[in-house]
């Protein structure tokens, strides 16, 4: 380093030397064809009535009784993917959803997840 130039820190030089690659990041070559961006678009049924789809992915983890109990006292229907290392730590959760069949619809959601 000369004398005219003013010393950098360390931490300067490589916050600035982190912000190079990330500049690139935008950048696009000419030719290249447009990004696709995802849209999701909701169409109208034609009914007065609105309807949710309601699921839970039942993973490695405990039973929440407050939103089964809501969704049995409410008459809601909701589809849950369950593991079977849930099935495992939970079988009064597991039998209380079985005792329900008009609510609950259960799924395969893999061994572990």
Do not use: Y
Not at 6 to 25: D, N
Not at 81 to 99: D, H
Request: glycine share 8%; charged share 10%.
């Amino acid at each position: 380093m000369c004398n005219l130039c003013t010393p950098i820190s360390r931490r300067a030089f490589c916050g600035g030397a982190l912000t190079l690659p990330l500049t690139r990041l935008g950048h696009r070559p000419a030719g290249a064809p447009p990004l696709l961006e995802p849209a999701l678009r909701l169409t109208g049924t034609g009914s007065a009535t609105r309807t949710v789809a309601i699921t839970l992915d039942c993973c490695p983890g405990h039973f929440d009784q407050r939103i089964v109990s809501v969704l049995i006292s409410h008459n809601i229907p909701a589809t849950l993917f369950l593991t079977a290392i849930w099935m495992r730590q939970n079988p009064a959760a597991l039998a209380l959803l079985k005792a329900h069949p008009d609510i609950f619809s259960l799924q395969n959601h893999g061994a572990q997840h």
